[in-house]
Nanobody, 123 residues
Framework: QVQLVESGGGLVQAGGSLRLSCAAS????????MAWFRQVPDKEREFVAA????????LYADSVKGRFTISGDSAKNTMYLQMNSLKPEDTASYYC????????????????WGQGTQVTVSS
């Protein structure tokens, strides 16, 4: 049973930084893609970033490119999202997700989800 647990959310001022973590358990994640999505109330969950587990293949949404960095630690089976230069429009619940196979960006492509962590950016 795959479990994904996010942490690291909080309240930050615009221009600040946060690092989100996603602790993964239940299997080894070789050949898996790990991703971050975000969602605000009454809107669809949107793709943020993804990486083929510990490979060089990464993908970012245009809205976060150059500001966010996705990475992973195999020893800890943990994925990170370093978020810099945060903007009020980055305010959302952030979700960790996993799928077996290549990097994709639709939320329907992902089989496993965490419970989410809230990020609030004040202006």
């Amino acid at each position: 049973q795959v479990q994904l647990v996010e942490s690291g959310g909080g309240l930050v001022q615009a221009g600040g930084s946060l690092r989100l973590s996603c602790a993964a358990s239940g299997r080894t994640f070789n050949s898996y893609t790990m991703a971050w999505f975000r969602q605000v109330p009454d809107k669809e969950r949107e793709f943020v970033a993804a990486m083929y587990w510990l490979g060089s293949n990464t993908l970012y949404a245009d809205s976060v490119k150059g500001r966010f960095t996705i990475s992973g630690d195999s020893a800890k089976n943990t994925m990170y999202l370093q978020m810099n230069s945060l903007k009020p429009e980055d305010t959302a619940s952030y979700y960790c997700a996993a799928r077996r196979g290549i990097v994709l960006s639709r939320n329907s492509d992902y089989d496993y989800w965490g419970q989410g962590t809230q990020v609030t950016v004040s202006s």
